[in-house]
């Protein structure tokens, strides 16, 4: 076992959770909600594009990876600027990013068109999600932050679920144009709540020592309903401490930046497999009337209550084993959906049970992921792992296109396969242990 001791010290964690507290986290899981929304709409509207642009089965995938490539490269170069800048003004530039995205792809008349704006969509989702995750944690107290970060998972869920219920409406009666804007309105909100109800991370002031940061630290103390501090903590600032991947990459939390990563980028690989091609699965194997979006609903819905579920249970147990459990769990029930396809009401139980599995395997890394680096790289340990797991992401869904559209394969087995690195993430966690609860 790679043991690494990473404590997350607040300066927000004494007492108990105020409700400033709670509405600041609240506001990520908004945008937990708005980044779900803008990535898995494609999923929602692939059947429309598809149709619409005359696209093959191998450029609807590159379309479906497009926005999790740009997923990777904003967690990978993004993400890092909030252990310089503060994670809040990094979040408003990427919501604008990811609402320059929305707005120009209800604009695309052709696939690389289409591809380029779901990339810009991405670039801004992935900026925002590793620094959402962070910013969870840092406005938390230890006791409640599994359960605050979870919370926030669940956000991803219900913005997938959104976007198949809502979208069924508004594609049936304007397209999938109108439909890929539409995450506009809710985008705009999100800027708003940042702006006026998320403070600044008060572990990345009084560690980063930005100019008036005893001020600037009250003032974030004073809208998360903390008493103000009359001086800094005595401990020094890590003396020429780097906020990049040099200080993982060259210290000893690179082994445990390893495992990480690459346990993440097989359960992405795995998690966005299934997201973007089991309702097109499904498809041809329902009843006529909900047959376009009966799968999306089904995996977001399972996704809500897994995620609901691992968070009461992370007031009990530690993050590490319900992860492993998820994860065994999400690989039995995708490899029986395979072999039960034509018996809708077992299908659809087993698609809302792989669901809950593969979005609470999701929530539990994110629970691990913020106790593993030191705040002065935590966004840039946690971007590069999400990073890398996006381009898990990214190759899944043109992978899949051919793995599910191969003769000799066939669905069955096609699940199975893209379900093995699955375990091969649990493998991967359990040679990981780190400190503090998980």
Not at 246 to 274: C, D, E, I, K, W
């Amino acid at each position: 076992m790679i043991a690494v001791k990473a404590p997350v010290t607040l300066s927000v964690s004494n007492q108990q959770m105020t409700w400033q507290q709670w509405l600041a986290v609240s506001v990520c899981v908004l945008l937990n909600v708005i980044d779900g929304f803008d990535i898995l709409v494609m999923s929602t509207a692939a059947g429309a594009v598809r149709q619409g642009l005359s696209l093959s089965a191998t450029s609807l995938g590159l379309i479906l990876g497009a926005s999790l490539a740009g997923m990777m490269l904003g967690a990978l170069l993004l993400a890092p600027l909030a252990d310089r800048y503060g994670r809040r003004p990094l979040i408003l530039v990427c919501l604008v990013v990811g609402l320059a995205g929305m707005i120009a792809a209800g604009f695309s008349s052709n696939s690389p068109d289409l591809i380029v704006c779901r990339l810009v969509t991405g670039l801004g989702v992935g900026g925002i999600m590793p620094v959402l995750n962070t910013i969870t944690a840092e406005v938390s107290t230890p006791e409640r932050r599994n359960v605050a970060i979870t919370l926030q998972a669940i956000g991803y869920p219900v913005g997938g679920l959104a976007a198949a219920l809502v979208g069924s409406a508004v594609l049936e009666s304007h397209g999938w144009r109108l439909l890929l804007q539409s995450a506009c309105v809710p985008t705009v909100i999100g800027l708003l709540a940042v702006a006026l109800f998320l403070p600044e991370s008060v572990s990345f002031l009084t560690s980063r020592r930005p100019i008036n940061v005893l001020a600037r630290v009250n003032s974030a103390l004073g809208r998360l309903g903390k008493p103000p501090l009359g001086s800094l903590p005595t401990t020094p600032p890590q003396p020429g401490a780097r906020s990049t991947l040099r200080s993982l990459l060259a210290g000893p939390y690179t082994p445990a930046l390893a495992l990480f990563a690459s346990a993440t980028f097989l359960t992405q690989f795995s998690f966005y497999f299934f997201l973007s091609w089991v309702p097109t699965v499904l498809q041809p194997h329902l009843a006529a009337g909900p047959a376009n979006t009966g799968g999306a609903i089904a995996l977001n819905l399972g996704g809500i209550v897994g995620d609901l579920m691992f968070g009461a249970l992370c007031l009990r147990f530690r993050a590490r084993p319900l992860t492993l459990s998820a994860l065994i769990v999400s690989f039995s029930s995708v490899s029986l959906l395979g072999q039960v396809l034509d018996m809708q009401l077992v299908a659809m139980s087993l698609v809302l049970v792989a669901g809950a599995a593969l979005f609470a395997a999701m929530a539990g890394i994110y629970a691990i992921a913020p106790q593993a680096f030191p705040t002065l790289v935590r966004a840039s340990g946690t971007g590069f792992a999400f990073s890398l797991g996006r381009l898990g992401g990214t190759l899944s869904p043109v992978i899949g296109a051919y793995v599910l559209n191969t003769p000799k394969m066939g669905v069955g087995p096609g699940l199975i396969c893209m379900g093995v690195p699955l375990l091969a993430a649990g493998l991967l966690l359990l040679a990981l242990r780190i400190e503090r609860g998980t």
